[in-house]
């Protein structure tokens, strides 16, 4: 059986509004995604200090897992109006541990997979397909809100 889902272009759109002196510094940034093709969004809530395993990538699908190379974009965003989470990137070989304090947000999309150095050598670059879980803890009672889109 074919699908008959169409994929589509996301667009992620981030406006930044503040005026200093009267002058307006803000900014918006669009962000376009191509052939979308599928999406999962939901509300995790998280008991109080306990950790949450709340997306993990391989490279085969399974309950709770998504290929890895078909991730494009997520965003998980603290809805809570008091209380921080920690994110917890785990990868292979490490983790890394990012605070999310009331109403941020966390967003990777699809990256290159190296940077130039000043010295000519290759440095690898962190991108969405060196990570295999993120998980979260909060010392409080919060909800996440998870989003996701693959192709």
Do not use: H
Request: aromatic fraction near 6%; glycine fraction near 4%.
């Amino acid at each position: 059986m074919a699908s008959t889902i169409v994929a589509a272009d996301l667009t992620v759109t981030i406006i930044e509004s503040i005026t200093l002196n009267d002058s307006n510094m803000g900014a918006t940034n669009v962000l376009t995604v191509a052939s979308v093709n599928e999406v999962n969004q939901r509300i995790v809530s998280l008991d109080a200090s306990s950790v949450r395993t709340l997306f993990e990538f391989a490279p085969f699908i399974g309950a709770g897992t998504y290929i890895r190379a078909n991730v494009k974009y997520l965003r998980i965003t603290n809805k809570d109006d008091t209380n921080a989470v920690s994110l917890n990137l785990e990868s292979g070989s490490s983790n890394c541990w990012i605070t999310l304090t009331a109403g941020e947000s966390f967003m990777l999309s699809a990256a290159s997979a190296a940077i130039e150095a000043d010295d000519d050598t290759t440095i690898a670059a962190p991108t969405l397909q060196d990570i295999s879980t993120i998980s979260a803890y909060s010392t409080s009672a919060i909800d996440l809100d998870c989003y996701i889109a693959l192709t």
